[in-house]
């Protein structure tokens, strides 16, 4: 993709922002994570949020995904949809898209230089304030940005990610159609509350008085969480495993050159339109896809009971046809190689239960990096014992990598496996390259920062088995 004029320029701006994706401390609760500074910028540039028909999506894990599901399946139906997620593994114009096709760099560019001005003053205004205030975060205004692409190319809906939490995340000013929320596990943990109570107050925070949300949190614990608020709310509640269900069926084999697809059953008991849809294809790998796909079909079911136009043909047609990179991603075969970008335990244990049900390669090599807030023993723990060796590296586009020592020491405490320590993916794709057969199944996880830089790497550089490299 060719970059329009003034590309260089609108990333500059938007990188000399305070970024908490690539902070080595995320504050959440202090006044750096405020949504009045967010409503402000919004009605600077003329609240364009106002304007949308919005599904507001939040949780743990399989919020990306879920998104994009049900983005997917409105743009099947013939509605022009926005889909908002983060982060972004390549360009940053993958966070904003319509209709499945990311922002046009022209677009983003004129969208960078619209609020740019807007931020400058707001700039100001918070240094006359307090000469310590910041203006707003770079999520903030890629948030925003979002929001006001949507609203100049007259979507028909919506569909926001919440990128940390809910209740404080930026994207938590609008009044949705839908909210949902996929799943409550631990992470973030320093920020959102070490008990899964905790992290669920701050996801459940995205619910809207008199607004459906649809959970598909399966837990106690946190779903107790979730009944208490949107009770409070007035806002109707539609579980998993009370008003609806699935049943998933992995493919047994995926290593070969032809596509293979999970199938899943779907039942609803919504009140207003209750169905049934067997063999459902999914486009994405993995049991969990299937839970996040259920939460998307559950949160379809309530926009058509608002009157939404969503056949049975465009919802199946828009799951099979979903490709979401970094999510258990084959990106290469003989041998297979699979990026994914699980970064906390719930994940990880996702990944390992579809490797060992869709994958069948006798000989396992593990390509690992992670993020300094991670629980990185737990994720080791996990993952080690399913692999024959493991390449321990770290990410450069990010300065919240783990240093290798760190994780050298943790993974020699868990296991004996030999192990490899490499100071960038290039030269873990190095000992890839020297170690790896046609039977062997490659992956490389641990981190979104780790999924961008490896895929980057692998297509500049395709797996040639047999050739020769220095030892990293």
Request: hydrophobic share 45%; with cysteine; aromatic share 6%.
């Amino acid at each position: 993709m060719n970059d329009s004029p003034g590309h260089a320029e609108a990333l500059a701006f938007l990188f000399g922002r305070i970024d908490y994706e690539r902070a080595l401390w995320i504050p959440y609760h202090r006044r750096e994570f405020r949504l009045d500074r967010m409503r402000d910028l919004l009605a600077r540039l003329g609240n364009p949020q106002e304007k949308l028909r919005i599904v507001h999506v939040a949780g743990t894990k399989g919020k990306g995904s879920t998104s994009a599901m049900i983005a997917a399946a409105l743009t099947a139906a013939g509605y022009r949809t926005g889909l908002y997620t983060s982060p972004h593994l390549e360009r940053i114009e993958e966070r904003i898209q319509v209709d499945c096709q990311m922002c046009a760099p022209v677009e983003f560019v004129a969208l960078v230089r619209q609020a740019q001005p807007i931020v400058e003053q707001m700039d100001q205004a918070a240094a006359r304030h307090e000469p310590m205030e910041c203006g707003p975060t770079y999520f903030e205004i890629t948030t925003a940005l979002a929001m006001l692409h949507f609203a100049n190319v007259n979507t028909d809906a919506a569909v926001l990610e919440v990128g940390l939490g809910g209740r404080l995340d930026s994207t938590n000013v609008c009044r949705p159609m839908v909210s949902a929320i996929t799943s409550i596990s631990f992470d973030h943990t320093k920020q959102l509350g070490n008990t899964l109570a905790a992290i669920a107050e701050e996801k459940a925070g995205i619910i809207k008085p008199g607004v459906p949300v649809v959970s598909g949190v399966v837990d106690a614990e946190p779903r107790r969480v979730i009944e208490r608020v949107a009770q409070e709310s007035g806002s109707r509640l539609v579980q998993l495993g009370v008003d609806f269900s699935y049943h998933y069926a992995p493919p047994r084999e995926v290593n070969s050159q032809d596509a293979a697809h999970g199938v899943m059953d779907f039942e609803s008991r919504n009140r207003v339109a209750p169905q049934r849809i067997g063999q459902i294809e999914l486009g994405l790998l993995g049991r969990h896809q299937a839970s996040n796909a259920a939460v998307a079909l559950a949160t379809l079911d309530e926009l058509r009971a608002q009157g939404w136009n969503l056949s049975e043909h465009a919802v199946r047609r828009g799951l099979a046809e979903l490709r979401w990179p970094g999510r258990i991603e084959i990106v290469s075969r003989q041998p297979t190689v699979v990026v994914d970008a699980a970064h906390n335990l719930a994940s990880i244990e996702s990944l390992i239960e579809t490797l060992n049900e869709s994958f069948t390669a006798p000989h396992r090599l593990l390509v690992f990096a992670t993020t300094q807030d991670k629980d990185v023993g737990g994720m080791l723990r996990r993952l080690l014992p399913q692999f024959e060796t493991v390449i321990l590296t770290r990410y450069e586009n990010n300065p919240r990598a783990v240093g290798l020592e760190q994780l050298g020491l943790c993974a020699a405490e868990i296991s004996s496996i030999p192990r490899f320590e490499c100071e960038n993916p290039a030269a873990a794709w190095d000992v890839v390259h020297r170690l790896a057969t046609p039977n062997h199944l490659i992956c490389a996880t641990g981190s979104f920062f780790l999924a961008a830089e490896m895929r980057a790497e692998i297509a500049r550089r395709p797996l040639q088995l047999g050739r020769k490299f220095a030892a990293a």
